[in-house]
Every structure is written in structure tokens, then in C-alpha cells.
DNA sequence: GTATTGAGTGAACAGACGTTCACTGAAAGG
DNA sequence: CCTTTCAGTGAACGTCTGTTCACTCAATAC
């Protein structure tokens, strides 16, 4: 089982997760000059310095690999915003507590938020399902989250789900914004951050009554 | 020059202008299945009935004819909005009479919108940067428009400009829900209208002074 | 009535594509 | 130590790709 003594080499299971890893990275760094359904499999079997068989060792498709970059990217965004609303109750301001949390993990995470910016409109189907989801779950729990802190007591439960909502998709323009232009993160964190200032006000005042 | 007398058949121009249009359609339809950089000059020579060197008579690349379609659909996308700007005087509720108008010009231009929400994040480069043009140029014509109408005195030139952004942003969102759920619009719009609402709340209690 | 223009043709090219198959050879199992 | 497993190989296949070129032949121009 164990390989005994000091062993240079890897293990037969090493190789092959570096080898997945590989094909991973070059695939998403082959779609980031267009997208995943416009790459081929040789290109990133060859960017891997591999024979294109190889590739199906580790996948089926093109589209499961696509399925796996957002399982791996979602989970790493989901570490960080466990983080971020740990950590919510201490902040002085909520907004400027968390902003540049999410600023920092998408400068460096740059080609997973690249490719879910991309894959969420032009990804194959599967692929588009799969990011939405993702994102409703991470709106459901942003909502459940609100309720419990009790910041918006005059909310209905569905208009809290709304607002969460609301939250979210503005958070994921931002974050398109900071992949595109990486260089302008001062400023498009400035104006994100007057922004959802802006659409805070407007929770304080909303009463749900007032449909 | 003229064609005389009684021609059944069309003339130059115009069957030049005809094959243009299918060629024009049979791009968005085949790209509406994954997206411009993932479809071949070939299909849609295919797809036309039409040999496919003869793409060439009309488009240099699919790049340029990506272009041609961007051009195409915000030429309809600010009639629209035109109108809607013109008449907004009218309204009792500027959302009650806006939105629905928007919703039903992206069911009446389905595959334009479905485009240009695949493309502006997943097509190339040059498609990419002309859609973000058109966006901020509606993005400045609804801040002046905010602003000319006065109806946020309280915001500075640049918080109206960014307040602009949010309302286009969030359109934005909900017209990439209403191409993806066509089934849903009611309620994609009954949501919006609410969140729209309580975005402007926000506006209404908004004061520049507390950045 | 003759000359020009130009949208569409059809063959040809070199290369890339996904997928199959039988294979090798080192690591792991017993 | 012998056997099994399996990540990676390399050849082969039929099909599709973008682009070139010389061409046809009807609508237009003069």
C-alpha cells in the first residue's frame, strides 16, 4: 500500500491529481481568450504537454470539466464569504468591512471570476445551471442571514428574499467590473461602494406594505 | 438605372440586402446554441443556403458581423427607449409605465437581447468593448435625464451618474432574466418592479453630503 | 447594344477537430 | 515475485475548419 522509504517520485495518485490540475489551469486559461465552448480539446491537451487521449482519463468532456472549474470556484468563494459573515457582526460598517474582502479574493482569484462572468451567460447549459444555482443558494443564505440580524424587521420574508436578491446581482456586476478592468479596482470599489450605500438607504426606508 | 417596366424579380441591391438579413439571422440563431466565438463561417454559410465563400460578399470576419448585429440591436434597443423617455412625463409611476415597455421589447427581440447578454461578457474583444460603449452611453443619456428633470436636487453630478449606473445595471440584470425564463415574465416583472422600488427609495433618502 | 460590375459558385488546400483502438510500462496489490 | 491496474502513448479515421482562386452570368451603366 504505503511505498515504503524515501520515495523521490510521486505517487501513482500525485501524478494523476497533477496532471487534473494541469488540464484544470489550461483550460481556463485557454478560455480566457474566448470561452469554453469555443476551446477543443487538443488545444488544452496540448497547452498541457499531454497526448489528447489523455485528456479523458480525467474527464468526459469538455462540458464536465467546465462543471468541475465551478464546483472549484464556488467552493473557494464560498470559504470567503463564510469568512466575510463571521466576521459581519464586528464591523463598524458592514459595506466597508466586507467590500474589499470580496475585492481582495476576486484580484486574486482573477481567471475563476472570469470564467463564472463568462460561463453564466455563454457557458454550455449545464454549466449555466450549475453557476445559477450556485448563486441563488449564496442569495438564500445572504437572506436567512439578514432575517437573523433582524437589520430589516418591517420586511416581509419575501421581500427580504428580494432584497437579498437585489444585493447579490449587484455584487456580481461588481465583481465582472473589477475582472475586466483590474486596474480601476479603486474606483470601481469607491463607486460600489456609494452604490450599495445607495441601495441600503433605500432598505432603511421600504416598508413592505407599501406594495 | 430604373428597371423599366413590371420585373417580378427583385434588383441588385435588394437581393444583396436580402441574403445580408439571413445572414444576419442565421448567426443569431445558430450562436443562440452556444455563441459567436464557438459557430464557423461555414455553418452559417450552411444554415443561409449559400456557398461559403459567399459570406465573404457581405462580412470580412464573424468578428465584423458581430459588430453589424450589436449595431442592429441597440438601434432598436434606443427607439425603444426613446419612447419610453418621451412619455415618461405621463406616467403616474414612472416603474409602472416603464418596465412593462422594456419587457415587452426583449420579448419581441428575444435573440437580439439573448446576444447581447452572451457577448457583452463571452464574445470577442471588439464585440465586448462595443456593447459596454452603448450601455454607458444609455448610462449617461438616463443621468442627464435624472438630472434634467431634477429629480434628485440633492445629488451631486457624479452621484447621479453613479445612481444612473445602478438603475441600468439593475434593467440590465432583469433583461438577461426575461431572455433566459421566458415563461416567468410576470413574475421576473412583478419582482423587479419591487426591487426597482426599493432602489429608488434609497434615491428618494439619499443625501451626497454622507459619502 | 455593348461593356462593366459584382453576388454567388465550386474546387482545392492544409490543417485542426473528436473519438476509436491496441499499446506500454511503471506503480500498487497480493 | 508475480499479477493487475491504469495514466499516458501514438496511429488512424472521417469530418469540419478558414481562405484562395478562377469562374459564371444576370443586373446595371453608358
Redesign the interface.
Known amino acids: 500500500m504505503a511505498e515504503g522509504l524515501a520515495d523521490a517520485s510521486e505517487s501513482r495518485a500525485e501524478r494523476k491529481e497533477r496532471t487534473r490540475r494541469a488540464i484544470l489551469d489550461a483550460a481556463l486559461a485557454l478560455a480566457a481568450d474566448?470561452?469554453l465552448?469555443?476551446i477543443s480539446l487538443r488545444q488544452v491537451a496540448k497547452q498541457v504537454g499531454v497526448v489528447p487521449t489523455a485528456f479523458y482519463r480525467h474527464f468526459g468532456s469538455l462540458e464536465l470539466l467546465g462543471l468541475a472549474l465551478v464546483d472549484e470556484s464556488f467552493r473557494s468563494l464560498r470559504l470567503m464569504l463564510l469568512d466575510v459573515w463571521r466576521h459581519a457582526p464586528e464591523y463598524r460598517d458592514f459595506i466597508d468591512g466586507s467590500l474589499p474582502i470580496v475585492a481582495q479574493h476576486v484580484r486574486e482569484n482573477r481567471s475563476h471570476y472570469a470564467f463564472i462572468?463568462?460561463?453564466?451567460?455563454?457557458g454550455?447549459p449545464r454549466v449555466r445551471e450549475a453557476i445559477h444555482h450556485e448563486i441563488a443558494l449564496i442569495t438564500r443564505e445572504l437572506a436567512t442571514d439578514v432575517a437573523r440580524t433582524g437589520a430589516a424587521e418591517q420586511y416581509s420574508s419575501e421581500?427580504i428574499a428580494?432584497?437579498a436578491?437585489?444585493i447579490v446581482?449587484?455584487v456580481?456586476?461588481m465583481a465582472?467590473r473589477l475582472v475586466e478592468h483590474p486596474d480601476s479596482e479603486a474606483q470601481t470599489l469607491a463607486?460600489a461602494r456609494?452604490?450599495l450605500?445607495?441601495?441600503?438607504?433605500?432598505?432603511?426606508?421600504?416598508q413592505s406594505r407599501e406594495?
Open positions: 474566448s470561452n465552448a469555443a462572468a463568462r460561463e453564466r451567460t455563454a454550455p421581500d428580494l432584497l436578491d437585489l446581482s449587484f456580481v456586476t465582472e463607486e456609494t452604490q450605500r445607495m441601495l441600503l438607504v433605500g432598505a432603511l426606508n421600504w406594495a
